[in-house]
């Protein structure tokens, strides 16, 4: 069974770090793009980054620069490096993943989900 679980959430201040974790099971990260998704209360669902097998990389324009994907194969983990965090980043965090497509950005686009993970920023 294939199964995504997100952890590393939490509450930090404006201008803050946090590391968001993307653990894979029942199958290797290693040949499907991995995408990270957030959502906040009475917003739809929005592509912040996402990974291919390939190793390419894609982020929204909000957080280009402050985000970044990795992948960690022999721990089967994608990674959300979160830097200077912003108000607006608050939201919760899921990862998905799919084998092929395009627009890395479209939720329905991905088969797999996790359960998601709260980031909150707030002094």
């Known amino acids: 069974q294939l199964q995504l679980v997100e952890s590393g959430g939490g509450l930090v201040q404006p201008g803050g770090s946090l590391r968001l974790s993307c653990t894979a099971s029942?199958?290797?990260?290693?040949?499907?793009?991995i995408g990270w998704f957030r959502q906040a209360p009475g917003k739809e669902r929005e592509g912040v980054s996402c990974i291919s097998s390939g190793g390419n990389t894609n982020y929204a324009d909000s957080v280009k620069g402050r985000f970044t994907i990795s992948r960690d194969s022999a721990n089967n983990t994608v990674y959300l490096q979160m830097s200077s965090l912003k108000l607006e980043d608050a939201a919760v965090y899921y990862c998905a993943a799919r084998r092929y497509g395009s627009n890395w950005y479209i939720p329905s686009s991905y088969r797999y989900w996790g359960q998601g993970t709260q980031v909150t920023v707030s002094s």
């Open positions: 029942g199958f290797s990260v290693n040949y499907y793009t």
